[in-house]
């Protein structure tokens, strides 16, 4: 069940993103395409100083050609490793969701980045159903597993 629809048109997203992530108590995982927002980035690496268990994964290619990805995540204590598509190196891992303590998870066509939030029409799925986030939950622990710190790739 969708608990929640929100639109970039109505709504900062980022900002929604947010509320939920300061709430969170326990664990993020997040598999994300894109990452250029500072907010959001600083509000991964406050949860992480919080004490929470905080892991993310990123494209490589979007992360190796995106300066500002780099600058954003460099110093910072954000757990997080690379991975590419199912093709290898030139395919994407473009997924766009974060679960939130095992029980939520944000998705839908949302990137991390500025652009998201200040110029596209963009949208983001709050889901709180089992039988949904369990799968999101499995396909984020293959793809960690699969993936690689930077400069292991």
Request: proline fraction near 3%; charged fraction near 25%.
């Amino acid at each position: 069940m969708i608990d929640e629809i929100l639109f970039t048109r109505a709504v900062s997203v980022a900002e929604a993103i947010e509320r939920r992530l300061q709430a969170t108590t326990k664990s993020i995982d997040a598999a994300l395409y894109r990452l250029n927002s500072l907010r959001l980035a600083q509000a991964l690496e406050n949860a992480v100083l919080h004490g929470m268990s905080v892991r993310l994964v990123l494209d490589h290619h979007k992360y190796m050609g995106t300066f500002a990805t780099r600058a954003i995540l460099a110093g910072r204590r954000i757990p997080f490793r690379l991975s590419r598509g199912r093709k290898g190196q030139w395919s994407k891992m473009h997924h766009k969701f974060v679960i939130l303590d095992g029980e939520t998870v944000l998705t839908g066509s949302y990137n991390w980045t500025i652009e998201s939030e200040e110029q596209n029409y963009e949208n983001m799925f709050v889901i709180r159903d089992p039988s949904v986030v369990l799968p999101y939950a499995q396909e984020f622990e293959e793809l960690w597993a699969a993936s690689a710190p930077v400069g292991e790739q």
